[in-house]
T-cell receptor
Framework: DAGVTQSPTHLIKTRGQHVTLRCSPISGHKSVSWYQQVLGQGPQFIFQYYEKEERGRGNFPDRFSARQFPNYSSELNVNALLLGDSALYLC???????????FGDGTRLSIL | GEDVEQSLFLSVREGDSSVINCTYTDSSSTYLYWYKQEPGAGLQLLTYIFSNMDMKQDQRLTVLLNKKDKHLSLRIADTQTGDSAIYFCAESMRPGGSYIPTFGRGTSLIVHP
């Protein structure tokens, strides 16, 4: 079975642009979470969605938004990109929110 | 607030046991996890333990939980060079009905011949 898949794997943007990152959960998983991981740190929680509704939001500015689709895939959108948004963005899925999460390989976002 | 702390580096010889330690602050943690991250990859769930357990063993991995001291450890028996990676400890709580893992900064395990 396919694991969590994320696209694109790498992305280069310039300051002020916007970006959309995509995630497909493991088949049967209904909960998707997004994390930001900067070099040398653990993942920081951004959003959690379950059954297409937002279930949790981390301490990130409103430039970050997300949604979950009827097929349980998800998008993370970031507007007005800043240099500090350069990071590995990880998506994780679980059957339901209280089950252990499984991660994709992430999207490496570089802001120039 | 919640906080998860780990030592940053651990170096072991191939064939020895590795013990990676983690402390957490929130006594209401429900799940505690160990994840492995290899270069250029995402996080791989290694094992997890419920907060009402003291120990869990899975092949070469042994997890010990001391709830009184809020201390979690991961022991890897017969450590191999392929075990070289960053290991993250995480705790999961239930604020407002959602289980959001909080991660430590990771322990970089270096296995040398």
């Amino acid at each position: 079975d396919a694991g969590v898949t994320q696209s694109p794997t790498h992305l280069i943007k310039t300051r002020g642009q916007h970006v959309t990152l995509r995630c497909s959960p493991i088949s049967g998983h209904k909960s998707v979470s997004w994390y930001q991981q900067v070099l040398g740190q653990g993942p920081q929680f951004i959003f959690q969605y379950y059954e297409k509704e937002e279930r949790g939001r981390g301490n990130f500015p409103d430039r970050f938004s997300a949604r979950q689709f009827p097929n349980y895939s998800s998008e993370l959108n970031v507007n007005a990109l800043l240099l500090g948004d350069s990071a590995l963005y990880l998506c994780a899925s679980s059957l339901v929110p209280n089950q252990p999460q499984h991660f994709g390989d992430g999207t490496r976002l570089s802001i120039l | 607030g919640e906080d998860v702390e780990q030592s940053l580096f651990l170096s072991v010889r191939e064939g020895d046991s590795s013990v990676i330690n983690c402390t957490y602050t929130d006594s209401s943690s429900t799940y505690l996890y160990w994840y492995k991250q290899e270069p250029g990859a995402g996080l791989q769930l290694l094992t997890y333990i419920f907060s009402n357990m003291d120990m869990k063993q899975d092949q070469r991995l042994t997890v010990l939980l001391n709830k009184k001291d809020k201390h979690l450890s991961l022991r890897i028996a017969d450590t191999q060079t392929g075990d070289s990676a960053i290991y993250f400890c995480a705790e999961s709580m239930r604020p407002g009905g959602s289980y959001i893992p909080t991660f430590g900064r990771g322990t970089s395990l270096i296995v040398h011949p």
